[in-house]
């Protein structure tokens, strides 16, 4: 991209006049570019607070979905969906929400609906993991494409270890990661709480008999 940007610049430079025409998109380039950077970090973060059930969020962003919904992918049961909505500004990389086994990964084609509508989780473009939680609870974390994002990116593997330092995978440009929960979990969100990636603790699950 980089050296794109400077392949336009220096001949715009050299033989467009007047000189504040070749300044303005100079000044552009160097938008775009620092943009594009700050979306693609991919920082490494270390959550060092209480582990006992406890489900991290899964990305930056905002809580636009809190309720009891069915969850007929993987679950086939009710379950607390918790969804958490990215900008553009906000870092796309996706931690594990929970430390366990990953059960099962999918991919799906889908619409690119804007996030915000409730059905973009079934009917837009999204992949979804399913994890076993160390004490024998089930969740399932589904990453959401939205009107922007065309890319989603899985790190996740069936049979791998999730630690909650670890990156789930990626969303490019795009939009919104959903948690399905046991029902009976207990929530420490609401509706528009902010949350960070890999640090802010969301819910406790249920204590397994």
């Known amino acids: 991209m980089l050296l ?9 430079y050299l033989f467009i006049r007047p000189r ?12 775009l570019f620092a943009l594009i950077v700050n979306f ?51 870092v ?31 009917d837009n473009e999204r992949s979804t993991i399913a994890i076993e939680t160390d004490d024998g609870n089930v969740i399932v974390a589904r990453q959401v494409a939205g009107a922007i994002a065309r890319r989603i990116v899985t790190y996740a593997q069936e049979g791998e270890r999730a630690e909650f330092d670890d990156h789930l995978g990626f969303i490019k440009f795009g939009s919104r990661v959903d948690l399905f929960l046991p029902i009976d979990s207990e929530i420490f969100v609401k509706l528009g709480d902010k949350t960070i990636g ?8 249920p204590r397994k008999s």
């Open 4 to 12: 794109v940007l400077t392949v336009l610049n220096v001949p715009c």
């Open 20 to 31: 504040w025409i070749p300044l303005v998109f100079l000044i552009f380039s160097i938008t």
């Open 40 to 90: 693609f970090r991919s920082p490494r973060r270390h959550y060092d607070g209480d582990t006992d059930r406890m489900v991290l969020s899964s990305v930056d962003g905002k809580v636009v979905a809190l309720e009891k919904t069915y969850e007929g992918e993987y679950l086939k049961s009710e379950a607390i969906q918790l969804s958490v909505f990215m900008t553009p500004l906000n």
């Open 92 to 122: 796309h990389a996706n931690w594990f929400p929970v430390q366990g086994r990953v059960l099962y990964t999918r991919h799906h084609k889908g619409r690119f609906m804007s996030a915000y509508l409730p059905k973009s989780s079934t």
């Open 198 to 205: 890999g640090i802010t603790p969301v819910a406790r699950l």
